[in-house]
């Protein structure tokens, strides 16, 4: 916002005369009034004169800038008056008060009375802008000497390339929140008077990237993350942690603490005194962000892998051999071989990001041979007699061997800390990587009887399912993914049915991606079909959701089920469930973890998939359009 938006010409009284602070600041109140600023003159006077009481606003070099904040201002707004004769002002050089500017602010959150406080101060530095004000004939030249000096410091601003803020965006799987929050900080950023840049860590890397000098220049640091976000580069800036989804949903509330005297300077664990001073995240944040970070590095080989494996079955010949289907033709052995390389390798990747989540760098190399120890099965009686049969402990193996692996590696960090630091560059590259391999061998070794057995004993419960049972698992995870539409509980059924298709379920990765592509589908249908329950906005952006659900990002419905949540949630999980459990009955398979509509020639049983997702959309549809009420727009 800036000054002359605050500022009308009826606002403003040149050659003025005042007999006294009080009477110069009834006069400025009085301009005030007259622009529609206030519902309570003599309330917001008060506020006024109590603040002078605090100490004077006469900041010397014959400025005054009087100001208050109440519920007694409808709008924000300035008014202003030149006394060239002067007025004392109790001014802290001592001097008349000659140019004088009164700041009238709601009592809200945005403290938009101090944002131009510290923009008019600025200027008002400047000798030769004083003086131009002073000399003005009209309001309006006195209104076109602020926005030439205004305009000419925000393009030195721009042209210089200082952000005020900057931030970075992260969420597990890198499409929609990522960048969603991104742009409500930056606009946010822009209503409030702040220049944010934001960094975006997505499917397609790192974008936006922040050089030296635009951190060095930089007042705060937004982290919206929930992935594992390395911050030593911000060492000694005012930073604060966030959910992606606060990015999203609370962008106003993160710009304004990062800004407040309650943001607390980052120090960098690299540095001599490790007190990250950061707020503390809770064990459970941390505990799924490593989880997070691991899932998020695994999906483009599940997808790869899987999506690859998918075509090879589409383009063999099952009546050649059907115990190698997949493989009976050399360009389907070409896609299966190429797939299923790329697919063994995601309990390894899990892993060793989950590792690396934990204890940075020195964890990959030991969560990688965890998690490749829990794919092989092998147990310390598998050692001494060949002819013990090896149990893959799997995904289920995997997790743990990433989380113990990390941790294993910062036990070793406190273990060795007494090594003086001339000895410092042999941990990351002999210590840790050696005494960590050994002890996550050991460890997995030990644990992989039993994590074996209990992945053996589900996945046998998984496959001895009645088709009643399955088609309730079905809902279940299916509905689990509209409960907070890429939140904890999406992530955890998204998860549970990713690590699925590494032990063959392909049919719970089905009912999964079904269930998340039917919230966004059933607010495109409800714009199209009931556009009076819906208001002019959301309407339009509504149909967009058309895209959004056919290419499985349920989080195109946020906004919505923000804005009614106790109507739009409901709805999106029972039309969910519906669908999760139709696609089980009909015995859909998917073996790509992610792709909507892209994917559908590799899904199995593909037409009734889409009569199941249809039918849970329409479901979720007329829910809404039942509970919620007509606001047309005319």
């Given at each position: ?7 009308s010409k009826d606002?403003?009284?040149l050659n ?9 600041i ?5 301009l005030?009034?007259k622009n529609?600023?206030l519902t309570?003159?003599?309330?917001y006077?008060q506020v006024?004169?109590?603040r ?8 010397g070099e014959g ?8 519920d007694?201002v409808s ?5 202003a008056m030149?006394?060239?004769d002067?007025?004392?002002?109790d ?5 008349p ?9 709601p009592?809200t959150?945005d403290?938009?009375h101090?944002?131009?406080?510290s923009?008019l101060s600025?200027?008002l ?9 002073m000399e003005?004939k009209?309001p309006?030249?006195?209104l076109?000497y ?6 000419a410091?925000?393009?030195q ?6 952000y005020?803020i900057l931030a ?5 799987t ?5 960048y969603m929050?991104a ?7 822009e209503q409030?008077g702040?220049?944010v840049?934001?960094?975006t860590?997505?499917?397609s ?11 060095k220049?930089?007042?705060a640091v ?18 604060i942690k966030?959910k992606?989804?606060d990015?999203?949903?609370?962008p106003q ?18 540095k001599s005194?490790n007190?990250d001073?950061?707020?503390k995240e809770g064990?459970g ?6 989880l ?7 999906l483009?080989?599940?997808?790869g ?8 079955f589409?383009?063999?010949d099952?009546?050649?051999?059907p ?7 050399p360009?389907?052995?070409f896609?299966?071989?190429?797939g299923g ?11 060793g990001?989950?590792a ?5 760098r020195?964890?990959l190399a030991v969560?990688f041979?965890?998690?490749?120890v829990?794919?092989?099965?092998t147990?310390?009686?598998?050692l001494?007699?060949p002819d ?9 193996g995997?997790?743990?061997a ?8 910062l036990?070793?960090?406190k273990?060795f ?6 000895l ?9 990587p050696?005494?960590g391999?050994?002890l ?12 074996g057995?209990i992945?053996t ?11 009643v049972?399955k088609?309730?698992l ?5 509905g689990?993914m ?7 509980v ?18 719970i990765?089905a009912a999964v991606m079904i269930?998340?592509m ?6 495109a ?11 002019k906005?959301?309407?339009q ?11 499985f990002?349920?989080?195109g ?9 106790i109507?739009?949630?409901p ?8 669908s999760g ?9 998917l073996?790509a ?8 020639p590799?899904?199995g ?6 009569v199941?997702l ?10 809404m ?5 007509n606001v047309?727009?005319?």
């Open positions: 916002m800036k000054i002359t938006d605050l500022l606002a403003i009284k003025g005369i005042a007999n006294s602070k009080q009477d110069a009834n006069k400025l109140v009085d005030m009034a529609g600023n309570d003159k003599e309330k006077t006024v004169l109590k002078e009481e605090e100490g004077s606003t006469g900041i400025i005054a800038i009087p100001h208050g904040k109440t007694a709008k924000p707004g300035l008014s030149v006394i060239n002067g007025v004392e002002f001014s802290l050089d001592g001097q008060a000659k140019l004088l500017f009164l700041i009238a602010a009592n959150k403290n938009v101090l944002d131009v406080l923009r600025t200027l530095m400047d000798t030769e802008f004083r003086k131009s004000l003005a009209t309006e030249e006195f076109r602020i926005d030439i000096a205004e305009n410091k925000l393009s601003t721009k042209k210089n390339d200082e005020e970075i965006t992260s969420c597990p890198g499409i929609a929140h990522t929050a742009e409500a900080l930056e606009k946010m950023g409030l702040h220049k840049k934001v960094e860590h997505g499917s890397g790192v974008k936006n990237k922040f050089t030296k000098e635009e951190i220049n930089a007042k937004i982290i919206a993350a929930d992935t594992k976000i390395d911050l030593s580069r911000f060492d000694g800036k005012k930073l966030a992606v989804a990015g999203i949903n609370r509330e993160l710009i304004e603490r990062v800004l407040s005297s309650d943001a607390k300077i980052y120090h960098s664990s690299n005194q007190s001073s950061d707020e064990f944040t941390k505990i799924y962000k490593h997070m970070n691991g899932v998020t590095h695994m483009p080989f599940v997808v892998g899987g999506i690859l494996i998918a075509i090879a589409l383009l063999d099952y009546s050649i051999d115990s190698n289907f997949g493989m009976n033709t360009i389907a052995a896609f299966k071989t190429i390389i790329a697919f063994d390798f995601m309990l390894c990747i899990l892993s990001y989950i690396m989540s934990i204890a940075d020195p964890g969560g041979v965890g998690g490749a829990a794919k092989a099965g147990t310390f009686a598998s001494s007699n013990v049969t090896l149990v893959s402990s799997g995904f289920l995997a997790l743990i990433g989380f113990i692996g990390g941790y294993v590696v036990l070793l960090r273990v800390s007494f090594l003086p630091k001339s410092e560059s042999v941990k990351p590259i002999l210590i840790y050696v005494g391999i050994l996550i061998g050991l460890i997995m070794l030990a644990i992989n009887p039993v994590v057995a992945n004993a589900l996945n046998n419960f998984l496959s001895s399912m009645s088709e049972n088609v309730i079905g809902a279940i995870l299916a689990m509209s409960v907070d539409l890429g939140g904890p999406n992530k955890a059924a998204y998860t549970f049915g990713t690590g699925m298709l590494a032990e063959g379920h392909y049919e990765m269930g998340g039917v919230a966004p589908l059933s607010i249908l409800l714009a199209t079909f009931f556009p009076k329950k819906l208001p906005k959301e309407r952006a509504g149909l967009l959701n058309y895209v959004m659900g056919l290419s990002i349920s989080e419905a946020i906004p919505f089920a923000s804005a009614d949540p109507r739009v949630l709805s999106c999980i029972v039309g969910s469930a519906v459990a139709l696609s089980m009955a009909f015995n859909c398979t073996m973890p992610h792709g909507g509509i892209f994917v559908l590799l899904i049983n593909w037409f009734w998939y889409v199941a249809v039918i849970g959309s329409v479901i979720a549809m007329g829910i359009a039942a509970l919620k009420k047309w727009e005319k």
